[in-house]
């Protein structure tokens, strides 16, 4: 087994690595504490093909593999974790479906516009009433001739304020849960949807997170995704994938935590010795650096089989349940690492276990991987 890096591996690694060095590390506290959209970072991201980094260049994205956008989405959210998210949403549940569901038409309209970052995605699953159980979902999209009216509201959407698309899931025909789910590109442009409540967060403050109202809202039917009563699939599907992007922030946010917990354990002093001396703070820095290796090992290994085009399923779901959980420990650590000082927000520890948190929760909460897990497994220790 070879886990060396390829050369444009290793180029993506290098490229994402001084970018966060540059132009996000000496930002991020700002943008948390504005809760400012990181607009320039992310043009000039655009600008490097990190916007669509697994779309063909043929409909303008990178031509990257799974890999490469783990590596970029681990050194960018070290850098900033809500410029992670924002790429992350737009990469994998925005581009991705459309790439794998959509016609060479809906191609050209939208994906060459949203993989070179021209138009920013959002992906519109969740609602008010009904997150885990998304079946339970309230939003209709009832036929009306060449279109679907639409009408409800969609809760906790990342990039709401700021995407002009929306990848929508909706019941098309409401009788039914599963199979009676579809999944739309709604264009804000042309059919303007409104932008309801901006919620106030824990962290990855600066994303904006929003509900998404529409109100008879006519989409072409020529803007379905897939078969009608596809949408669950696709929707399942794109989590699937998401769940690599979300398990590489996490792995992102844990290795920045590490690093300024290792510098802090060097530089201060207690009993007339650098804590970093301490068995206590030893352990503590031991048992990060091996978790955050083994989610990276999690991380590839899931990203490597999307590439193979094997079941990854379950490999994701792991990879994300590991690392998230992975990041609140080892920003725990790192917070303690630092005392007082940990607990204000002269230093980064404070905000890292605030972005940390999150990644416990949306594209599945843990408790949720495990079920993704847990069935999986089961399915494989079936007798054929
Ligand atoms: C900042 C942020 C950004 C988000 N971005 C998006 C986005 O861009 N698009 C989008 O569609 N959604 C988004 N979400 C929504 C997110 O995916 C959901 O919040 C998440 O799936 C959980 O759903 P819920 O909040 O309704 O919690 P619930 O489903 O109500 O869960 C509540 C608790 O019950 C547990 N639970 C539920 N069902 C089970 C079960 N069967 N077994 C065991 N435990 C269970 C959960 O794990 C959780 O602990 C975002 C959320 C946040 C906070």
């Not at 790429?87 to 060479?104: A, E």
């Not at 919620?199 to 072409?220: A, C, H, N, Q």
Request: negative net charge.
């Amino acid at each position: 087994m070879d886990l060396a890096l390829s050369d444009t591996q290793q180029m993506i690694q290098d490229t994402a690595r001084q970018f966060a060095d540059a132009e996000l590390l000496p930002i991020a506290a700002k943008i948390d504490k504005t809760g400012e959209f990181p607009h320039g970072p992310i043009k000039k991201l655009a600008d490097l093909g990190f916007l669509g980094m697994c779309v063909p260049e043929a409909w303008g994205g990178a031509g990257l593999d799974v890999v490469s956008y783990a590596i970029a989405m681990e050194e960018i959210s070290r850098g900033c974790a809500s410029t992670g998210v924002i790429l992350s949403v737009n990469n994998s549940l925005v581009c991705d479906p459309i790439q794998r569901y959509g016609t060479d038409e809906q191609k050209g309209r939208f994906l060459t516009a949203l993989a070179p970052g021209k138009r920013l995605g959002c992906f519109a699953l969740s609602e008010p009433g009904s997150g885990s159980d998304a079946a339970g979902m309230r939003t209709t999209a009832l036929r009306d001739g060449d279109h679907y009216v639409v009408r409800g509201t969609k809760n906790w959407i990342t990039n709401g304020q700021e995407a002009d698309v929306c990848v929508l899931i909706c019941h098309t025909n409401p009788a039914e849960r599963h199979k009676g789910i579809s999944a739309l590109v709604v264009d804000r442009v042309e059919t303007p949807y409104g932008i309801g409540k901006v919620e106030d967060k824990l962290g990855i403050k600066g994303s904006s997170t929003t509900s998404l109202v529409f109100e008879d809202v006519r989409v072409p039917v020529a803007n379905r995704l897939g078969a009608e009563g596809e949408g669950f699939k696709v929707a399942m599907s794109t989590l699937d994938g998401g769940r690599i992007g979300i398990a590489a922030q996490a792995l992102g946010i844990a290795r920045i935590a590490f690093e300024e917990a290792l510098a802090y354990s060097r530089e201060r002093s207690a009993f007339g010795n650098p804590i970093g001396d301490f068995g206590a703070i030893q352990e503590m820095l031991a048992d990060m650096a091996t978790e955050i290796d083994a989610a990276r090992l999690l991380i590839w290994h899931a990203a490597a089989a999307k590439d193979a085009h094997q079941k990854y399923a379950k490999l994701s779901a792991m990879a994300k349940l590991y690392a998230s959980e992975m990041a609140a420990r080892v920003c725990t650590k790192a917070l303690q690492i630092h005392g007082g000082y940990g607990y204000v927000k002269d230093y980064g520890a404070e905000r890292h276990l605030r972005d940390a948190r999150i990644t416990e929760i949306y594209e599945g909460t843990s408790e949720i991987q495990r079920l993704v897990i847990a069935r999986a497994t089961l399915q494989e220790l079936a007798p054929a």
